[in-house]
């Protein structure tokens, strides 16, 4: 073998092995999802066995269905990432481009809020919801998420707007585009590309999210990551249903990765090569 | 095409923060004639244009098109159009989509649209590559696509900010040619942002020279050529540039190194002065100042000396090469026409 043949071999075989730390327990927890309560628990454990859809069948049907929780975090993040994108544009727009008095420190504000550690204002966020009355509401919870959703999107939006040349707009302008139908015609088609990978995360951030969800919801509003809490009790824990709904719940998140992976890639590296992070 | 397109500035100021870029400048643009504004980088040239585009507000003067005073209307007000260095088109759009949008944001009919964007590519000759996007075009036909872009709609008034500086020499030397013809084709006023002299000088019919922040002369190429009005446009103007020598008037009579030069007319009062030479006026002679040949440069069709005069150089031009070398020892002599002369003190032209 060649010692450059087996430099790539070495190399193949450490990024298996810091890849097996994510891959193992997402495939481990796919084989659970199949397997009936008994293999799971087999010891020592099984790997050949006889898959059931039964799991699947209980926790999307039976008595503990997550498929109401599945429709709430549906709205919840959908709704945070709707409001998010919505404010987070013309924000990020105005930051980069406009001649705005305290841009440089409106901007840092932004990014400090991103600095908070978000156990620390679970408390004030409750008793604000408490008393305008929005504990366990949709309102409630999404205006918390956009709370966080909002600096970060505006944050990452700022770096695609001033990828974009400003003689693109000027020449709209002189072409009686006026600022918005420059913004609309000329500057946003560009930034599609910026506004899927922000509208991804910002997607991801809300979905995956559960301190907030867990303390200001309720049986009202019931996410999905709390309600996998159901399937673990002090008498016991059912793996293999527990197994079946984090599959269900990570399928959209990995289905958008998967749509999204090649602008995902693209809004990692913004920035980091002159013009290299656009479109 | 309207015959409008007359263009005044009156004592534009321009300052960023505590730097002024723009100290009161003056300007007259007659309607259908190519102007162009000249000048080293940072001498303000440049936010001239962006200021009579509408592009920068200026902090006083007046911007005044066709008798209307228009300082204070938004650049899409103005009826004017421009094409930019890097040429600022749209590349999620087609070249018939680039060329379209002014007339689409201008709410011009559907038909009237089409007809109009292939009019504007056949005139620059890009009507084959209207459906390709701004990416898959070289420069120069990106290039064109900005002009045709900027003349769809017929503006009145035609800014271009450097538009051949990202093209090759040969390119460039052939693309300043068509420019000029269809501006004279369209009839419109141009007004032409280069800091290459050689480029303005062959393009323009009259150019204004920019030097920080001012305007130091106004003149057709041939005006500002023959009489610079001071030491810097010498510098600048001509290519190689003029030669400039410290000298001395006593008496009426001109001396460099001691050696008196021969000039037509009067040199003026005492005192030190500025000499200024053309390289075509630089001769040998059996007697003159005394030089030394530095370096011989064959450009083929001409031939460029470098020799030293005392510890600087001067530049000669002739059309044969001359039966020198380097280190010869030489005299040199000036056309006596064609000394410009030139206050030591004030650099302005005596």
């Known amino acids: ?279 | 095409m309207s015959a409008l397109g007359a263009v005044r500035l009156e004592g534009i100021v321009k300052r960023h923060g505590a730097f002024t870029a723009l100290h009161g400048i003056d300007l007259d643009i007659r309607p259908g004639e190519f102007f162009a504004l000249l000048g080293p980088s940072g001498s303000g040239k440049t936010t001239t244009l962006r200021v009579l585009a509408g592009l920068e507000s200026a902090d006083a003067g007046r911007v005044v098109l066709d008798g209307d005073d228009v300082t204070a209307r938004e650049p899409g007000e103005r009826d004017v159009a421009m094409v930019f260095q890097s040429y600022a088109l749209y590349p999620h759009m087609s070249v018939a989509e680039n060329i379209a949008f002014p007339l689409k944001m201008i709410g011009t009919p559907r038909d009237e649209i089409d007809r109009a964007v292939h009019d504007a590519a056949a005139k620059v000759r890009i009507d084959h590559l209207l459906a390709r996007r701004p990416g898959q075009l070289s420069g120069g036909q990106q290039q064109r696509c900005a002009l045709a872009r900027a003349i769809v709609r017929k503006p009145r008034l035609f800014l271009l900010d450097e538009p051949l500086s990202n093209l090759d020499a040969k390119l460039r030397v052939e693309t300043r040619v068509e420019l000029r013809k269809l501006q004279r084709s369209l009839g419109v006023t141009a007004v032409y942002v280069t800091h290459d002299q050689e480029e303005a000088m062959t393009i323009a019919d009259r150019l204004a020279v920019f030097m920080d922040g001012r305007i130091v002369q106004v003149g057709t190429p041939a005006e500002v050529y023959a009489r610079p009005a001071n030491v810097a446009v010498a510098g600048f103007i001509g290519s190689p540039p003029m030669n400039l020598l410290a000298a001395t008037v006593r008496g009426r009579a001109l001396t460099v190194d001691g050696m008196p030069v021969a000039i037509d007319g009067d040199p003026g009062p005492d005192g030190d002065v500025t000499l200024g030479v053309r390289p075509g006026a630089v001769r040998f002679a059996d007697r003159g100042l005394p030089a030394r040949v530095y370096l011989v440069e064959d450009l083929g069709d001409t031939t460029i000396v470098d020799v030293e005069v005392g510890e600087r150089l001067v530049k000669m031009r002739m059309d044969a090469r001359p039966a020198v070398h380097e280190g010869d020892p030489v005299h040199l002599a000036f056309a006596p026409g064609a000394v410009h002369l030139f206050d030591g003190a004030s650099g302005q032209r005596r």
Do not use: C
């Not at chain 1, 970060?152 to 707009?169: G, H, K, Q, R, T």
């Not at chain 1, 984090?246 to 749509?259: E, H």
């Not at chain 1, 602008?263 to 980091?272: D, E, Q, S, Y």
């Open chain 1, 1 to 279: 073998m060649t010692p450059r043949r087996s430099r790539s071999l070495a190399l193949g075989v450490v990024a298996a092995l810091v890849m097996s730390v994510w891959a193992v327990p997402v495939l481990w927890g796919l084989l659970t999802s199949f397997k009936t309560e008994r293999d799971v628990l087999a010891y020592p454990p099984v790997v050949i066995f006889a898959p059931t859809l039964a799991n699947y069948r209980e926790v999307l049907f039976g008595s503990a269905s997550i498929l109401p929780n599945l429709v709430s975090s549906m709205i919840v993040a959908g709704s945070a990432t709707l409001a998010t994108m919505l404010l987070a544009i013309p924000a990020a727009y105005a930051l980069a481009r406009l001649a705005l008095p305290a841009k440089r420190a409106g901007g840092f504000y932004v990014l400090a809020t991103q600095m908070l550690p978000p156990v620390g204002l679970i408390i004030p966020y409750y008793l604000a919801l408490q008393k305008l009355g929005a504990l366990d509401t949709y309102s409630g919870l999404v205006a918390i998420y956009i709370t966080f959703s909002l600096p970060f999107a505006i944050w990452l939006m700022v770096s695609y707007f001033e990828d974009i040349p400003p003689e693109m707009e000027e020449a709209a302008l002189l072409d009686r585009a006026g600022r918005l139908r420059a913004l609309w015609h000329v500057i946003l088609p560009q930034v599609r590309g910026g506004i899927a990978v922000t509208t991804i995360f910002v997607f991801l951030n809300a979905w995956n999210e559960f301190l907030f969800a867990v303390v200001l919801g309720g049986n009202r509003v019931r996410p999905v990551t709390v309600a996998m809490f159901n399937f673990i009790s002090v008498e016991q824990t059912l793996w293999a249903k527990l197994a079946a709904g984090s599959m269900l719940a990570m399928a959209p998140v990995i289905l958008l990765g998967l749509i999204a992976q090649k602008h995902i890639v693209k809004g990692l590296t913004v920035g980091a090569v002159k013009g290299g992070g656009r479109r």
